[in-house]
């Protein structure tokens, strides 16, 4: 979703585990007449994740853009902007896909 502003915005998407460490990230320009969805496509073919681990997705850009979230969502997962939750004794998550062998 596009606010007014800006025609355009680079945005950068980092996989992080549960220490934070940086275990991924990707940068491309969004434009706003194009903003319904945008794919971050990872380097040499992704991502090697394991099952039951906690990653975090951290999404860094200007104030052009923003990202749909949902009440409830992800069973494991919660939102948070700057650190803290999205909507007030509720949990959230963001919405987004995975794409991989399983």
């Known amino acids: 979703m596009a606010n007014p502003g800006e025609i355009s915005d680079e945005i ?3 996989v992080l585990d ?3 460490n940086l275990l991924a990230e990707v940068s491309k320009p969004v434009s706003a007449s194009d903003c ?3 794919s971050f496509v990872l380097a040499n073919g992704g991502l090697n994740v394991s099952p039951g681990e906690v990653y975090s997705i951290r999404l860094i850009g200007g104030t052009l853009l923003g990202w749909q979230y ?3 969502g992800y069973p494991k ?3 948070t902007f700057n650190g803290k939750p999205l909507l007030p004794n509720r949990r959230s998550t963001f919405l987004f896909r995975t ?4």
């Open 18 to 20: 549960a220490q934070d």
């Open 12 to 14: 950068t998407l980092m």
């Open 99 to 102: 794409y991989g062998q399983n």
């Open 36 to 38: 319904s969805h945008a």
């Open 70 to 72: 949902v009440e409830g």
């Open 77 to 79: 997962g919660s939102a």
